[in-house]
């Protein structure tokens, strides 16, 4: 099974950015959707962003125009680009891939959005 493992979460001010990125122990290329999820305390977990391998990309409502999602096939990694966050955004975020018979997810990166 592919491992996953995500990186670049922290603490950021209101209206500030942060990049995630989630590094593959194999090839990507064979995942059909790669996907972040996040989930805050005492919520369930939610999609955020989704993406296929051929590059089509989906969004949670809330964060469009916001965040972006993008996949590097050759890096074997996919990143979350966050822009304008809001202390609504704090979560544990999580990567996903899913394809047939594989549905592996990361350990969570934490993103914290205050002053």
């Known amino acids: 099974q592919v491992q996953l493992v995500e990186s670049g979460g922290g603490l950021v001010q209101p209206g500030g950015s942060l990049r995630l990125s989630c590094a593959a122990s194999?090839?990507?290329?064979?995942?059909?959707?790669m996907g972040w999820y996040r989930q805050a305390p005492g919520k369930q977990r939610e999609l955020v962003a989704a993406?296929?391998?051929?590059?089509?990309?989906n969004y949670k409502d809330s964060v469009k125009g916001r965040f972006t999602i993008s996949r590097s096939n050759a890096k074997n990694t996919v990143y979350l680009q966050m822009n304008s966050l809001n202390p609504e955004d704090t979560a544990v975020y999580y990567c996903?891939?899913?394809?047939?018979?594989?549905?592996?997810w990361g350990q969570g990166t934490q993103v914290t959005v205050s002053s």
């Open positions: 996903n891939a899913v394809s047939v018979g594989v549905n592996a």
């Open positions: 194999k090839s990507i290329f064979s995942a059909n959707v």
């Open positions: 993406i296929t391998l051929g590059g089509t990309a």
